[in-house]
């Protein structure tokens, strides 16, 4: 061996060097002769996920074999990094997040097994109603905060086109066409007032989602909306409920704004102060709330039609659906024009139309239903809020699948 090749090492100068297992520390060794590469600097490597270099070194063993040994931040252990166990965790999160993406075809799949088979969802009795509709108010309230209601209050003149869409225009539609289904479509007179019960309830959270999917910045705008007309609907429901049917069927105002409370507001109140004041909780219960409220409304969408199916199968269910169609129909179509016309010279005029055309065509029909069901004895109201249920659900996202496609573009 050429002797610049090779590098001569005292024992008492290689103080880095690993001793040999089963050797004592106190026997000598003279002299260890390492055959290395003349021209070989240190390597120096840079692991991901550390800012600290890592340089290779070699050991002499007993054997006459050679070993590198890292010198480092990172060369404690060749076990996972705790980045990686995160991201798996951070990955099953998201997993439980991201079941809300499942709602279209959820509500696709349910109406379609409650036709084909209601007694997969009739076990699911109105008493549960107002249960589930409180959860998915609790679960609302839970994602919201102080924060979003402030920036989206700054925009007060789409609130109010987003109000006057809610609780002018669709009770006007409302009302046209239960008096159209009792005087044009000789339906029964209940049938009729379900139909503009339907018109007087608030919006539905399903319009904040279906906002998001195709607007994501125009979400607090639409849950400020559907707040503000949930929490008024106390006050606002039972009175028109009062001016439109009262004179047709018994009206309990009273009932009504307790009933109103119970489901809605309260439940909405305990979210936002549980994410207020206990952030941890509250933090932990998030990424399961999506998959259980998939769950709920699937349960929501497929007992009415189940339950009512024998009306909706009747003579004049095909006149029911006929005119619900339309009334959401003109409702969507109402809210979309009339924010073109407020908003025609703002930059994000389209998607103030998208947002305020999913507050005005979509609304509470389960808590139209629940209403129906605790304050009129005639079954036949709470017909057209079932039905409403299937058909509000599956034209909203129909028109995020239309609406999202084009905004992608």
Request: a positive charge; proline letters at 8%.
């Amino acid at each position: 061996m050429p002797p610049a090749a090779a590098a001569v090492v005292r024992r008492a100068h290689f103080a880095g060097s690993c001793p040999s297992p089963g050797r004592r520390l106190g026997r000598r060794v003279d002299r260890v002769s390492l055959a290395l590469p003349a021209a070989s600097p240190p390597r120096v490597s840079w692991e991901q996920g550390s800012g600290a270099p890592i340089r290779e070194r070699v050991c002499a063993k007993a054997g006459g074999s050679f070993e590198q040994d890292r010198i480092g931040a990172d060369a404690a252990s060749p076990s996972p990094s705790p980045q990686g166990v995160e991201e798996g965790s951070v990955d099953f999160l998201k997993i439980l997040k991201s079941a809300n993406s499942l709602i279209p075809h959820v509500v696709l799949g349910s109406t379609v097994l409650a036709l084909l088979y209601p007694p997969s969802f009739t076990w699911f009795t109105t008493r549960y109603y107002a249960p589930a509709l409180g959860f998915l108010m609790f679960a609302v309230g839970v994602n919201s905060s102080v924060k979003d209601f402030i920036e989206a209050i700054k925009r007060p003149d789409a609130i109010a086109a987003g109000y006057i869409g809610q609780f002018i225009a669709k009770p006007f539609f409302g009302f046209l066409f239960g008096t159209l289904a009792v005087t044009t479509f000789n339906l029964p007179t209940p049938v009729g007032a379900g139909i503009m019960l339907v018109s007087c309830v608030s919006g539905a959270q399903l319009s904040n989602y279906a906002t998001f999917l195709t607007d994501p910045h125009m979400a607090p705008l639409s849950i400020v909306m559907t707040s503000l007309s949930t929490a008024t609907a106390v006050f606002v429901t039972p009175t028109l409920s009062y001016l439109l049917i009262g004179k047709k069927l018994p009206v309990d105002v009273v009932g009504m704004m307790s009933s109103i409370v119970q489901i809605v507001v309260a439940p909405i109140a305990a979210g936002l102060l549980l994410n207020r004041f206990l952030p941890r909780l509250c933090s932990a219960i998030q990424p399961f709330l999506p998959p259980l409220s998939v769950f709920v409304t699937a349960l929501c969408v497929g007992s009415p039609l189940a339950i009512n199916i024998k009306a909706v199968l009747s003579p004049y269910g095909l006149s029911i659906v006929f005119l619900l169609f339309a009334f959401h129909t003109t409702s969507f179509v109402a809210g979309y024009h009339l924010a073109g016309t407020w908003f025609r010279k703002s930059s994000d005029v389209k998607a103030l139309q998208r947002t305020i055309s999913f507050e005005t065509g979509m609304q509470s029909s389960l808590l139209a239903l629940a209403l129906a069901n605790r304050f009129f004895p005639d079954p036949l109201v709470g017909v057209p809020p079932a039905v409403s249920v299937v058909l509000m659900s599956l034209m909203g996202f129909g028109l995020v699948m239309l609406w999202s496609k084009k905004t992608q573009v």
